[in-house]
């Protein structure tokens, strides 16, 4: 946070709703939090403008934390509940700050989510 005086920037956070239409790709969980991140300029703490703004899925079972598109957020933010699918989510890591894992449905072995297929028995992955 940056602030003199009556005029200031800082980093914000917002929860703006419960998606339940997703699978997580690595536990298959359907609950989900969309987060709203953004940088904003303010003056007597009432914000201007805002930047760098970008949304986040948060699985509620094993805290991997997905990007999703900018214009896909906007309209899951402004209703569109079915804005998201499976194939808008990139997984950025997850709360305890590790790099998120994925696991083969088959054989449940940790495999980099670059494979399209489990490297261990074959399976064909499916995110």
């Known amino acids: ?16 709703k419960d998606i339940n239409t997703i699978n997580c790709k690595n536990c298959n969980g359907i609950r989900h939090i969309l987060i709203k991140q953004y940088s904003f300029f303010h003056i007597f703490f009432i914000p201007i403008f805002k930047w ?15 990007e999703i598109p900018k214009e ?17 989510l990139k997984i950025i890591g997850n709360y305890n700050g590790a790099q998120a894992q994925l696991r083969c449905s088959r054989c449940g072995r940790g495999i980099d989510s670059n494979f399209e297929f489990c490297p261990y028995c074959g399976e064909r992955l499916r995110y």
């Open 1 to 16: 946070m940056f602030f003199i005086g009556i005029f200031g920037v800082e980093d914000k956070q917002k929860q703006i």
């Open 52 to 66: 760098n703004i970008r949304y986040l899925l948060i699985c509620n079972n094993c805290n991997t934390i997905y």
């Open 72 to 88: 896909k957020g906007i309209r899951a933010e402004n209703g569109e509940d079915s804005a998201i699918t499976y194939w808008d």
